[in-house]
């Protein structure tokens, strides 16, 4: 983890102001059209604008926390999966038996490998087609079926072919869990921990395996499906996670009068999206209120508040500086920067070119 670190009230010198985006292009190695309809949000919750509104942001007083920036969290790939090589807007992915092109806006330069390991796929990205499930992928090998079982951090769960190009789950995300899985199993008490956004349950059952108390909220039945799907893959259900199918801040306004508390929050919101009932949400609009009732349910012995931001077009310090506003006076350092995922070659072990995938903001008390 690269990073410098200051106090409050210390000069500021330059730093590396990213941007952070996804984009739809087409798999490697034809390159049809890019599709701008399907995207991240495609199974992700939308937060009601009608809730957003519904309590004004509080007023916070004390000294802002120490900052650690930049912060790079690189990963080099775990378990089952590893990033193989990138280039002309694309990469190349190793997620167990299979070998997947999918589309990278982020990768300008060329690629490392030879077109005809490139070629030498077993499935790619076209999103040349309106249809659903694997209609958008290409297989050049053999007809693949729309799952198959991977594992990462000793957690089972099913990869799945899907019609917005993503494949089940976030790998970049590696470093935030493996982070929260140190902070549960060394706590020497059940930690309470909610997954925001949680798509399919990777982070949920992660967490649920070191041994932490998880509530896990989703508004896409779909999502929600696929993540007890992959607790039964894992014969995990007997552990204490609560599948939650309902709009994030609707749940944690609810959450906030009841008086319930977390130790760690993880909050990884779209950029955009409507939800079921026309609901709208825009992430620079609604964000600051977000995180001010996350830390409003954070427990007094919380270990950690963490925000994911992909597709904006903004610096890593936009969410830091709001970070470190929404938890004044409760001491600790915000430490903020960019997600990054090393290219490790065909063998996994070979480090190559560092892939950003998206901005991220963490509180911790020390």
């Keep these: 983890m690269k990073q410098r670190e200051r106090r409050p009230g210390q000069k ?13 292009r087409a798999g490697r190695p034809a390159k049809p059209v890019a599709r701008p309809a399907a995207a991240r949000e495609a199974v992700r919750e939308t937060p009601a604008a009608a809730a957003i509104v519904s ?3 509080s007023m916070r007083t004390g000294e802002r926390p120490l900052e650690r920036v930049p912060v790079i969290l690189e990963s080099l790939g775990a378990g089952d999966f590893h990033l193989i090589d990138s280039g002309d807007g694309q990469k190349l992915e190793q997620y167990g038996p299979y070998r997947i092109v999918r589309p990278e806006a982020q990768a300008l330069w060329r ?13 790619a990205f076209t999103g040349d087609t309106d249809e ?34 993503h494949v089940g789950v976030f790998p970049e995300q590696i470093v935030h869990w493996s982070w929260m899985k140190e902070q549960v199993e060394k706590a020497g008490r059940p930690l309470k921990v909610l997954n925001l956004f949680g798509y399919t349950g990777v982070a949920s059952l992660v967490a649920a395996a070191a041994g932490a108390e998880v509530t896990h909220v989703d508004a ?7 993540a007890r799907e992959n607790q039964a893959l ?17 749940f944690i306004l609810r959450e906030e009068r009841r008086g ?30 977000m995180l001010d009732v996350c830390r409003e349910i954070l427990s007094p012995r919380a270990a950690g508040l963490v925000l994911t931001a992909y597709s904006i077009r903004a610096s890593f310090y936009s969410i830091h500086e709001l970070m470190r506003e929404t938890m004044r006076g409760a001491g600790g350092a915000v430490e903020s920067g960019e ?22 903001s963490r509180w911790v008390p020390k």
């Design 55 to 57: 309590r004004p942001l």
């Design 12 to 24: 500021k010198t330059s730093g590396p102001a990213g941007e952070s985006r996804r984009d739809d």
């Design 234 to 250: 894992g014969r995990m259900e007997k552990l204490p996670i609560r599948w939650i199918c309902e709009d994030a801040m609707k």
């Design 220 to 226: 896409s039945k779909k999502a929600i499906g696929w």
């Design 339 to 360: 997600l990054v995922i090393r290219e490790a070659g065909l063998d996994g072990k070979t480090p190559g070119r560092a892939l950003s995938t998206s901005l991220f």
């Design 260 to 289: 319930s508390q977390y130790d760690i929050i993880l909050t990884d919101p779209p950029k955009f999206g409507r939800g079921p009932n026309g609901e709208v949400w825009h992430l620079f609009e609604h964000l600051p209120l």
């Design 132 to 165: 659903e499930g694997t209609g958008r992928w290409r297989f050049p090998k053999a007809a693949l079926g729309e799952t198959w079982p991977l594992n990462l951090l000793g957690v089972d769960f099913l990869g799945r072919f899907t019609s917005f190009r």
């Design 111 to 123: 690629p490392s490998l030879a077109p005809q390991i490139w070629e030498k796929v077993d499935a």
